[in-house]
């Protein structure tokens, strides 16, 4: 079955003609009608269009254009809706924007696009990327695949959902606070977020701009490598993007770990951690160990402050980056007898709960009388953050820790406890605080053959070094070659 080729398996058949992009795409198409009603993955497909750019890739190929040229010719690439593509729905999980279609394509559609994949389909999503379960969308929960009641995580939980169940070899997600790490690690997947400002922005629509990073997912790190560097890049269209040119990671992956300081911090490893989870992470350290990699017990004294420190600096931002629906520029609009009152019944019946709460936290924490004590005092933890890393990446040159506390707990457990959902946040929040790189990969089962992720954390720009050690942990272990029963 086509579908369930990772995309260094598909691209050589697709290269020699075995396989055309067209019977690759429906492969995908057929298995999205068999598995999605069940898994949810995807909010919207557009058959029709993405047989025309599979058709395109043919052509193409037929006229020998190479994978040189264009990495991901004929791949198949699914996209979180919160990405825009010109032509097709732009919803990111929320009734405002229920009827909006993206004018232009994001900076990394048209780089996929330019590569040759096949872009399709529309990812569920937490609304506007608040959340960790992706039960906070408009459009219905995703479940996860390997139990069905269980959450794929969130907020990119139909982009690890859909991967891990097959519907597509490779996904993109976006990641403020994990978003892209906790559902890989929750569906089995490898999930990427790169350094702030290595993937432009452009098109990704904004939940905290100082912290949001769009990344790949996939079934194994070499096909996340090899669409990292299809999207990775300085843009003049995102003034926050980082001007040095992206790496050839495929080329890097192999190296091995040998010589590599792995450093373990030690405030991720005490309480709140599931023993299970523990116990896969601790055997995924020994066998990296036994590579050759050399193990250093590192501190990052201010951890403790990075759940609040987090959830004042994203709500602050997402308070602004959400004014603009207002009824009158994007979507969504309930009439009202003056402006104001449209105003306020627009947002109060366009927005989900969860997104009220943090427009909500976020004004107060930039308040006049409130900004001092919450805000300003958020902005200088972060930066002690960001400085607890510096120091560590003095003595090692990567970070290994679990990438959630817990394997996926089930849908409805944490969903009515904000704080209790917060609290899963612990490992993946401070290295978006502090700008810096973050991959996860499988690692290991719980007894009731749930996932459990394996994170490493990298130095600012240090894709390259993660993806190395997790391809040399991949060629050691099948952890990630195991399947959802769901995935058929
Ligand atoms: N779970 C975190 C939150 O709810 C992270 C979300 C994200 O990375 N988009 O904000």
Not at 138 to 160: E, F, K, Q
Not at 439 to 457: E, H, K, V, W
């Amino acid at each position: 079955m086509l579908n369930r080729l990772t995309v260094s398996e598909l691209v050589p058949q697709l290269a020699c003609r075995a396989v055309s992009a067209r019977e690759a795409t429906q492969a995908c198409l057929d298995q999205i009608q068999r598995v999605d009603g069940r898994v949810h993955a995807f909010v919207s497909v557009d058959a029709a269009d993405a047989l025309r750019q599979a058709d395109a890739a043919d052509q193409a190929l037929g006229q020998g254009v190479t994978h040189t040229e264009k990495p991901l010719l004929g791949v198949p690439v699914a996209l979180k809706d919160v990405i825009a593509v010109k032509g097709q729905p732009l919803r990111c999980g929320s009734k405002m924007l229920e009827q909006f279609v993206s004018p232009y394509d994001a900076t990394v559609t048209e780089r996929l696009k330019a590569a040759g994949a096949v872009v399709f389909g529309r990812l569920n999503m937490d609304e506007f990327a608040m959340g960790g379960s992706t039960e906070n969308s408009a459009y219905g929960v995703t479940r996860n695949p390997w139990d069905l009641d269980r959450t794929p995580g969130g907020s990119s939980g139909g982009s690890a959902a859909a991967v891990a169940a097959e519907e597509c070899p490779v996904s993109l997600g976006s990641d403020t606070g994990g978003s892209i790490r906790q559902p890989a690690s929750f569906c089995g997947c490898v999930g990427l977020k790169p350094t702030y400002g290595r993937v432009s922005r452009y098109g990704l629509v904004a939940y905290a701009s100082s912290l949001d990073q769009i990344g790949p997912l996939g079934r194994s790190v070499r096909d996340v490598a090899t669409v990292l560097q299809a999207i990775a890049g300085w843009d003049a269209r995102d003034s926050t993007s980082i001007p040095q040119p992206a790496e050839n990671y495929s080329a890097l992956l192999a190296g091995g770990v040998k010589g590599l300081r792995l450093g373990l911090p030690k405030e991720y490893f005490v309480g709140g951690l599931d023993p299970e989870v523990k116990a896969a992470v601790d055997a995924a350290v020994r066998q990296l160990s036994a590579q050759g990699a050399e193990l250093v017990e590192v501190s990052l004294p201010h951890t403790e402050y990075a759940i609040a420190t987090y959830y004042i600096i994203a709500t602050a931002e997402a308070s602004a980056n959400l004014a603009r629906f207002d009824g009158v520029r994007y979507g969504f609009r309930a009439e009202g007898a003056d402006p104001i009152e449209m105003y306020c019944r627009t947002r109060g019946a366009g927005f989900g709960q969860e997104v009220k709460r943090r427009i909500i936290l976020g004004t107060y924490v930039l308040s006049s009388g409130y900004y001092d004590a919450y805000y300003l005092r958020a902005q200088k933890i972060r930066t002690l953050i960001r400085q607890d890393f510096l120091k560590a990446f003095e003595k090692v040159d990567v970070l290994v820790t679990p990438t959630a506390p817990t394997a996926a707990y089930r849908l409805g457990e944490k969903v009515d406890d904000p704080l209790q959902m917060y609290l899963g946040d612990i490992y993946t929040i401070s290295c978006n605080l502090a700008g810096n790189c973050g991959l996860s990969l499988p690692c290991g089962f719980t007894a009731s053959r749930l996932p459990i992720g394996l994170q490493l954390l990298g130095k600012p720009l240090g894709e390259a070094t993660l993806l190395r050690v997790g391809q040399a942990f991949q060629e050691n272990t099948s952890w990630h070659q195991q399947r959802p029963l769901t995935a058929g």
